[in-house]
């Protein structure tokens, strides 16, 4: 039976409506819910106090002593997984190296200055 409204001659459905090219019809996805125990993250403080004291260490020489060893601390933390902020640790420890370094070369060249110096006066 023709619609007569319809201008092409199609036929209504009768009974169940027929999904094309044998499409199912819609169904929602089954909603999965996995509860997650809250894991508190590792303590990084050593290896936050070794780069801070190895960034002190540019005003002051001490500071950046103290940021190589909190950064070797810190670092065996990580590696045993005690920790984090492993990275962290070893920026602190090389950014401490290299201060300690900067500062010890002023100064030990200016001791050698002061012995040459004490040695040309006792000489003359």
């Known amino acids: ?40 993250p590792p303590d990084q403080g050593m290896a ?4 801070v004291c190895s960034l002190i260490g540019l005003v002051m020489c001490f500071p950046a002593i103290l940021g190589i060893i909190f950064g070797h601390i810190a670092l065996g933390k990580a590696k045993r997984g005690e920790a984090g902020g492993q990275g962290m640790a070893q920026a602190g ?26 040695g040309a006066a006792g000489v003359a």
Do not use: C, E, K
């Not at 459905?13 to 809250?38: I, K, T």
């Not at 936050?48 to 780069?51: D, I, K, N, R």
């Open 93 to 118: 420890m090389i950014i401490g190296y290299v201060i300690t370094a900067l500062w010890l070369i002023p100064i030990i060249l200016w001791f050698v200055f002061v012995v040459l110096a004490i």
């Open 48 to 51: 936050v106090a070794s780069l």
């Open 1 to 40: 039976m023709t619609n007569p409204h319809d201008p092409y001659g199609r036929q209504q459905p009768s009974g169940q409506f027929q999904q094309p090219y044998g499409l199912q019809p819609y169904q929602p996805q089954q909603q999965f819910y996995v509860q997650q125990a809250y894991v508190r």
